[in-house]
């Protein structure tokens, strides 16, 4: 059973930093390209950004320079490292993997970005 868990979020102020956490289970986590999405309130969830499993790195044109993310194949964890944070930023982000022709989402993490 694939198992998406996300962490990492908090409230933090205009211009930090944070780093999210998805711990992955049931899958061959090598394997997958793993993507994270976010959801602001009143708006539809975003693509925000994946990494195939040989660590090739895509972006949502908002984020580019600013969030950067990775993954542990050892610990079956991918990571958004986010910096320079925006109000805009604040939304509910998600961790997904397409398996077997299935979407698989972890619950999501909140961050808010206010001072």
């Known amino acids: 059973q694939v198992h998406l868990v996300e962490s990492g979020g908090d409230l933090v102020q205009p211009g930090g930093s944070l780093r999210l956490t998805c711990a992955a289970s049931?899958?061959?986590?090598?394997?997958?390209?793993m993507s994270w999405y976010r959801q602001a309130p009143e708006k539809e969830r975003e693509y925000v950004a994946s990494?195939?499993?040989?660590?090739?790195?895509n972006y949502t044109d908002s984020v580019k320079g600013r969030f950067t993310v990775s993954r542990d194949n050892v610990w079956n964890r991918v990571y958004l490292q986010m910096n320079s944070l925006k109000p805009e930023d604040t939304a509910v982000y998600y961790c997904?993997?397409?398996?077997?022709?299935?979407?698989?989402w972890g619950k999501g993490t909140q961050v808010t970005v206010s001072s």
């Open positions: 990494i195939t499993g040989a660590g090739i790195t």
């Open positions: 049931g899958i061959n986590f090598r394997l997958f390209t």
């Open positions: 997904h993997v397409s398996y077997k022709g299935r979407n698989y």
